[in-house]
């Protein structure tokens, strides 16, 4: 996978994520260019685009569209699953997630992405691990161990 | 000094502006804020600080000067810090920055944390954005984490080397050793990251393919166990067994049993498996269906196996799911070329395709069905194609186009069909066509001798309906101004012949001329048109009168045809019945895709007449010493001249010494060019016979103009040394 973006009908991006290096206002160029593309669609069309040399694999959930851009070896089938896995582990951390939660705690929103994919590979094949080792993140958090100043919440 | 306000809060306030610009106040209030808090090194609250400038870059304001707050917050020993400053950094840094460099120090010393959640946090900032002199500095802790026993660090650390390898090729060898024994791993986040990472081995490096080439009975196995394992909570989806594992494995086996006759024998029976037991109701399984095509259809496999593939993406066709057909008509597309057969018995699920709503899949069909297009099936599929033609976006109509005269090129059952398809096309479509569709239709009807007045009489036909597609209107003005005494004289025998009049023809072309709808090419091949019936038609003065009235043009190029014309007509009109003379049948020479027309010097050869040449050489003192070679054809309607035109296995011009006086020697050679008898060469040898030297000799070349097709003719100039004396 080359990058992932999640944007609401109205064109707002509310994530992004980059597994390749590429500059500011290029990634800012092809995300307004795709989110144009991608807008543009009908519903009834088919989840699969060419858009550059890239394949775009994109689906909607409620009013956020989960988009990503994967190789032409990639299977773009397994790829939607690989949407709908993010999507049930963002419904179960949050507890029925609508597009506000994402909006308000989008570093947690980044946290999970960091957990389930890297460098836009699957690291764990369960839903339970990867919660689970998000939890005990979040725990982390909450509790003091380092002796220096107090931390404060965001 | 009150504490900076929280980042909910900020989202809220943000999300409460109702213009941008009132938001973009609201943000620059904050970023000053927040700049000069970074300034006081606030340790306490930089956290929040940097928390909110992340959200304002993602609503799209610039936030560089959070970048370094990132790698304090990195450095930080508190794991609220450490978690937004790594990705503050995968935000807001990449490789481009010499600041990243800074951040390799603290991400070497938390791969080597106490706690694994730091651990992990270093190697995804590593794995995701670390640049090639990061992954060279850090490539031995990643190394070393890969041969850990604790599975949640394994894992990462394979994708890690993932990344790792990417960034740095050469750093491949390292981390042989530690893929031991990853594939014993239990655990499915494991395995499936070191699947990843053999796979990334084995595809850049051969010499890491045949080492891993072994594995293959080890893979076989695994992917067995997932198939015949009972439900297992943890990796079920939709009743399948961790199916992203499944299609990883899958891959792998493609790229190790491509082109390795014992490594497909080993898989093919657990393919077949998998390929007949796989739930089809939900995507998954069709993903790992589709996987399993992919790699049957990649590897050594026998043919029974490859037919069951090509069958499961015919099914595939004909599934309700949009995305499923996509999928299937992709995989199609590139097994067409190696299982021809087995593809074409699915022809006409591919065609109906071509009906259905979405872009992409009537694309796809498109191109599939053009690559079906076979000897028998060409009447059936071009009315399929014409059909589609008619009714698709116009962003296809030029590759449709071309699709369509390419394959009636190539399979036209008859003559008569190939120049009805062009109609169709041209009348259809006549807008899309590409422009070097036109010279190609031009040489295909030249070519079909027989159909010349038939074609004429349906593109005049078409012309009177319809003069705004331009191609159509080139091809046709083309074919009138050849054909048109056909035309008049009512030869057709295809159909029912038309009467029309030499007046009404030539209406039809000059209302060419001055509509507004034709362009400047158009008009350049009406006038030529005009031009050229001026040796089939016997209307002479109206012709003359219409090209004298383009010699004044504002289109140059016009204006000079014109004012050639007009010179045929008055100085040179010996030349002209020749000049403009039948096209003889043209050879389709192809330059590097400019389909330039190298016969065409066939037409310019009767120009180079023994005295024109002279004319051209200024010396008009000289008797010229030429052979005329007798015509084996029968004289075409210009008359006696060097009639090379018609029959391509001609004799050859003898040399003549064009000019001989006061000691120079200048002589032509005519011979055919070796590679391609289709170019002729012209040889100018020039001599000095004396024992002085001449001076000021001036090579001077004139190339007269004929035809509307690029003319080809390369003067190369060698120059000899003087002989002196001999």
């Not at chain 1, 944007?7 to 980059?18: T, V």
Request: a neutral charge; glycine letters at 4%.
């Amino acid at each position: 996978m080359r990058f992932m973006l999640l944007f609401s009908r109205q064109g707002k991006l509310r994530l992004q994520k980059w597994y390749t290096a590429t500059a500011e206002r290029d990634k800012k160029k092809m995300v307004r260019e795709l989110m144009q593309v991608v807008l543009a669609r009908k519903p009834k069309m088919c989840s699969f685009l060419e858009w550059r040399d890239l394949k775009i694999v994109y689906k909607r959930y409620a009013s956020l569209y989960f988009c990503c851009a994967v190789e032409e070896q990639d299977n773009e089938l397994i790829t939607l699953e690989v949407i709908h896995r993010f999507v049930e582990l963002l419904d179960k951390y949050f507890g029925s997630v609508c597009e506000l939660d994402i909006i308000f705690n989008f570093e947690k929103a980044y946290f999970i992405l960091d957990e389930f994919l890297m460098g836009g590979e699957i690291q764990d094949t369960s839903k339970k691990s990867v919660l689970k080792a998000i939890e005990q993140a979040d725990l982390l958090q909450e509790v003091l161990i380092y002796c220096y100043i107090d931390q404060v919440d965001l | 000094m009150p504490a900076p306000i929280r980042l909910r809060e900020l989202i809220r306030t943000i999300r409460t502006a109702r213009t941008q610009a009132e938001e973009r106040e609201m943000i620059q209030k904050e970023c000053a804020a927040i700049r000069s808090s970074f300034r006081e090194e606030d340790n306490t609250y930089r956290c929040r600080n940097v928390a909110k400038l992340l959200y304002m870059h993602m609503l799209g304001y610039p936030a560089h000067f959070g970048q370094l707050e990132c790698l304090k917050l990195i450095a930080s020993q508190k794991f609220t810090d450490k978690r937004i400053g790594y990705l503050g950094a995968m935000l807001l840094l990449d490789e481009r920055q010499d600041v990243h460099l800074l951040m390799t120090n603290c991400i070497k010393n938390d791969l080597n944390h106490s706690t694994q959640y730091v651990q992990g946090l270093a190697l995804c900032t590593l794995g995701c954005m670390g640049s090639s002199e990061m992954c060279r500095d850090l490539a031995g802790e990643v190394e070393k984490l890969l041969k850990t026993s604790n599975s949640y660090l394994r894992k990462k650390a394979a994708l890690c080397a993932v990344h790792v390898i990417r960034k740095v090729p050469e750093l491949m060898e390292m981390f042989l050793p530690a893929t031991k024994n990853l594939l014993s791993e239990k655990n499915h986040g494991v395995l499936h990251t070191s699947v990843v990472l053999l796979t990334e081995m084995c595809e850049r490096s051969p010499d890491m393919l045949s080492h891993f080439r072994k594995l293959v009975p080890q893979l076989v196995r695994i992917l067995k166990n997932l198939i015949m394992s009972g439900y297992s909570p943890e990796h079920d989806v939709s009743g399948i067994s961790d199916p992203f594992l499944q299609v990883r494995i899958l891959r792998l086996l493609r790229i190790l049993g491509k082109g390795d006759d014992d490594s497909s024998e080993a898989m093919n029976d657990i393919l077949a498996q998998v390929a007949t037991n796989t739930e089809t109701s939900k995507n998954v399984g069709n993903a790992i269906l589709y996987e399993t095509v992919l790699t049957i259809m990649d590897i050594k496999s026998e043919s029974g196996l490859r037919v069951l593939a090509i069958n499961i993406l015919g099914r595939f066709l004909l599934n309700n799911d949009k995305n499923i057909r996509y999928v299937a008509l992709t995989s199609l597309l590139k097994t067409v070329q190696t299982d021809h057969n087995a593809v074409q018995r699915h022809r006409s699920t591919i065609v109906d395709c071509l009906k259905d709503l979405d872009v992409s899949i009537k694309r796809r069909a498109m191109e599939l069905s053009f690559a079906l297009v076979n000897g028998n099936n060409i009447r059936g599929m071009m009315k399929e194609l014409l059909y589609f033609l008619d009714s698709c976006d116009p962003d296809f109509k030029a590759d449709c186009a071309s699709g369509i005269f390419l394959a009636a090129e190539k399979y036209a059952p008859s003559k008569r069909w190939h120049i009805d398809t062009i109609m169709r096309v041209l009348t259809t479509a006549g807008s899309y066509v590409r422009d070097d569709s036109v010279p190609n239709l031009i040489q295909l009807i030249t070519n079909s001798v027989e159909m010349h007045a038939y074609t004429v009489q349906r593109l005049y036909k078409a012309l009177l309906d319809d003069i705004s597609q331009q191609p159509l209107v080139q091809v046709a003005s083309w074919c009138i101004g050849e054909y048109g005494d056909l035309l008049v004289s009512g030869q057709c025998e295809e159909e029912e012949p038309i009467q029309v009049s030499e007046d009404e023809v030539l209406d039809v072309l000059e209302g060419l001329l001055v509509s507004n709808l034709s362009t400047p090419v158009t008009r350049g091949y009406s006038l030529t048109a005009i031009m050229k019936l001026s040796t089939r038609f016997s209307s002479l003065n109206r012709i003359k009168k219409v090209v004298s009235i383009y010699g004044s043009s504002i289109d140059v190029e016009l204006q000079q045809r014109a004012v050639e014309y007009n010179a045929l007509f008055k100085k040179y009109d010996h030349m002209r019945p020749a000049l403009l003379e039948r096209m003889p049948i043209m050879e389709k020479t192809i330059f590097s895709g400019d389909g330039i027309f190298t016969v065409c010097l066939w037409s310019v050869f009767p120009v180079l007449q023994a005295n024109d040449l002279l004319d051209l050489l200024g010396g008009n003192d000289v008797v010229p010493i030429i052979q005329t070679t007798v015509p084996t054809k029968p004289a075409s309607a210009g008359g006696e001249l060097l009639d090379l035109l018609g029959d391509l296995s001609l004799t050859v011009i003898p040399p003549m010494t064009a000019y001989n006086k006061n000691g120079l020697i200048i002589e032509f050679t005519f011979e055919r060019s070796n590679p391609n008898p289709n170019i002729a060469v012209i040889t100018i040898h020039a001599t000095n016979s004396t024992e002085a030297d001449m001076t000021e000799f001036v090579f001077q070349a004139a190339v007269p103009k004929v035809c509307s097709f690029p003319s080809c003719i390369l003067i190369n100039l060698l120059f000899m040394s003087w002989c002196i004396g001999t």
